[in-house]
């Protein structure tokens, strides 16, 4: 598997456990510890999970979850008028956490590349119009914490 599909797994496993997180509470070393061992290259009821790049998926769920009051400081600030983050889907919550974490911290992956990825991540839970929002969204968080 190439690196790219390593990451993209990683980002998509990310948004995932970042979702599990909110609904269940599930705290951070036993999220991290599941992945690891049932979900990451795993297959579950027929359903193939890609081997993902395990470093990197850590990076990012510890860093959204270490970082979240930022983050989601940094998203708020770009949303419309009378709109907040509580009234996201919980998957979309999940989906801007993580691209805004990626472009804040991983100053190593080009802007374009973690919009389009999180593009893709979109396109997994969501049609066309949210997949723009995202897309906006995220562009606006990197003209922000990238120079």
């Known amino acids: 598997m190439t690196r790219s599909k390593a990451r993209s797994a990683a980002r998509l496993a990310a948004v995932q456990a970042l979702y599990q997180m909110e609904m269940e509470g599930t705290p951070l070393t036993a999220l991290l510890h599941e992945f690891h061992l049932h979900r990451l290259g795993a297959t579950i009821e027929d359903v193939e999970y890609a081997d993902a790049e395990v470093a990197f998926f850590d990076d990012i769920v510890k860093g959204v979850d270490a970082r979240r009051e930022e983050i989601d400081a940094l998203i708020a600030g770009k949303l419309a008028q009378g709109w907040s983050l509580g009234r996201l889907d919980k998957p979309m919550r999940q989906i801007l956490r993580a691209g805004s974490y990626e472009l804040m911290a991983r100053a190593d992956v080009p802007t374009a590349t ?34």
């Open 114 to 147: 973690v919009i389009n990825e999180y593009l893709d991540v979109a396109h997994a839970f969501y049609d066309k119009r949210e997949t723009s929002f995202v897309n906006g969204l995220l562009d606006a968080v990197a003209k922000d914490v990238r120079d």
